[in-house]
């Protein structure tokens, strides 16, 4: 089995991707492949 490489998201980055889920509606999972996060990985 082949790890994926590990995101690394600034403060910024968290921020904006927030902003995106309130303000414009998407779903924690379009998040996530918007970022290239895995489910194990947590925005809070």
């Not at 991707?17 to 925005?43: L, P, R």
Request: aromatic residues 10%.
């Amino acid at each position: 089995m082949t790890r994926k490489e590990r995101v690394n998201t600034s403060p910024e980055q968290k921020l904006e991707y927030a902003k995106m889920m309130v303000e414009s509606g998407y779903t924690n999972k379009q998040i996530m492949e918007i970022s290239g996060a895995s489910e194990s990985a947590s925005f809070y």
